[in-house]
């Protein structure tokens, strides 16, 4: 038994009530951390003292001027810059490095109340689905720990659904919020591009990254959202777009809703357990009033090649400030400035991290960069006309997560095409721009499966109305991991 | 697109400044050249006339008022720095003699 298990709004009332402090809150996830780490390996860094001596502060402020997320605990993704807390993005290259401010998510989260417990393991630079690419550790699948948690925010959903923190956030760029989200049993929001700023999250591919909420309701998740959204001075792509107030309609009525079913969603190489979990739920979704019709959604089978030079293309570039001058690692003993650069970065970053450094490159080269770069761009433009299409006559598009359910850990770190192939269903969603979450649908061999709800630009309200409505009429958040319990 | 060649992969890997053995470079070129190929199938597609995207929101330019703000403090900004001296960053020479 864990408090863990109540909502945003259960928890409140505990805390109302006088049930237990802020501090018995924060112990909470610091005691559910040493009982179930070392089996989910989910945590680089803790923010103990830090986070009671908050407590105690947040101990004092009236209730009056209290939010719904005051006094909750939350994990960290670690490519989110936190001052004082060390920010690796799991990478030897950033190995000790203390950023000396925080991301404006991280203000946000503190202007919420909330008590920031710990660093959360991914793959390195949030280049991978399975948080194998890590340098540090691999986390593993609470409801399985031969299993991956997906990734790259694999540990941000790994600690919610073992119950270590009821909160987390993730980044996505290409899936990185959602594919772990549906492997893990937990909800995910990957916001529209541009709604929650990227101010202090540390940059893959800046055109497709952003940071979201991981959460076991869908309330809870679009709690957290309202939380960090907003425009932000300090990120020039952030949308000064108004933030609503996402749970207002949450009230389980979606009778009309206009749900499209991309056919390439539920085609060649979706398993057949994942199919089946979709159509029950899109029968669940029809049960409660909404009207589904397949679309087409025709360049998607291009989205993967495009995301990966893009993605590779603006990582190159990105990545290009890691170079042993200024912060982390540092090789040793080197003649030049140039060496200097080559061996830090050659020791410091990982395989992967490497190879898509050196597909960007590549692909920017002069002779390459019309052939590779400018044609992905403008397969891009293609895919997000296909969504601006279908979203003309629709308000939601439904599809899997992910084509599977989550994979052994070993099973498809040798081939880099295979391993990318489980972003197939969550790339496109990153090119067009929009937001989409993953929820709980159902189960296969013990193993969770995600339902991807995608919306319109800035219409996160209609994504969450129904997933919350797909959520109350059915019970597979209500499951918990065996690990839940402690062993 | 063939396949890399293993000069070209050294190459490369000098634009992004990393150092590589003769044995990463055929394991990139091998690895490289899987991508490429699977990266040709966006040549089935017409793209003449087609606007590439960069960023998806019609935001442009994101102006402010020109008004000077207070930075970090220099004292705060060094204390990742590995290596330095009177306050400044330290690095391995640039010229050769």
Redesign the interface.
Known sequence: MTLFERSARELQEGLHNGEYTIADLTNEAFSRIEKLDGDVQAFLALDKEKALQRAEELETIPTGERGPLFGLPIGVKDNIVTEGLETTCASKILKGFIPIYDATVVKKLRDAGMVTIGKLNMDEFAMGSSNENSAYKTTRNPWNLDYVPGGSSGASAASVAAGEVPFSLGSDTGGSIRQPAAYCGVVGMKPTYGRVSRFGLVAYASSLDQVGPITRTVYDNALLLEAIAGVDPNDSTSANVPVPNYVANLNGDIKGLRVAVPKEFLAEGVSEEVRQSIKSALDVLKGLGATVEEVSLPHSKYALAAYYILASSEASSNLSRFDGIRYGFRAEGVKNLMELYKETRAKGFGEEVKLRIMLGTYSLSAGTYDAYYKKAQQVRTLIKEDYDKVFENYDVIVGPTAPTAAFKINQNTHDQLTMYANDILTIPINLAGVPAISIPCGFHEGLPLGLQIIGKHFDEETIYRTAYAYEQATDFHKQTPQIWEGK | ?AK?SKEE?KH??H??????TDEEAEK?AD??G???V??E?????D?TN????????S?VN?M?EDVAVKG?DRD??M?????QENGQ?K????L?D
Request: net charge neutral; aromatic share 4%.
């Open positions: 697109m890399l992969v490369v890997a634009l992004a400044r990393l150092a590589i990139f690895q490289l899987k991508i490429t699977f990266a199938q966006l040549n089935e597609l793209t087609v606007e590439p995207t960069s960023h998806v929101l935001i994101v402010r970090l705060v900004m204390l990742n720095v590995k290596e960053v690095v391995p020479p640039i050769e």
